[in-house]
């Protein structure tokens, strides 16, 4: 896959933090700065996925079970 690359703007404290993690493991900038953007893109991703199946679950009437309702197998002693 191709890859594109953009600019960004960072306060010098966040710069100082990410140049001495950086220097601690080895591991360049970019590459922290592409794991921070995948994390933050799959928090945000998974909390609209979940805020949208609360909105049709919402929108749908249907009834809300508790935690007693659940079946959790058999106890066993």
Do not use: C
């Amino acid at each position: 896959m191709p890859k594109t690359q953009i600019n960004v703007r960072l306060d010098d404290d966040i710069v100082e933090r990410l140049d001495a993690l950086a220097r601690k493991t080895g591991r360049t900038k970019t590459f922290y700065a592409v794991e921070a953007i995948h994390q933050l893109l799959e928090d945000r991703e998974d909390y609209f996925l979940a805020k949208d199946s609360l909105e049709a679950f919402e929108a749908s009437g249907e009834d809300m079970l508790t935690l007693e309702d659940i079946e959790w197998g058999s106890e066993s002693s």
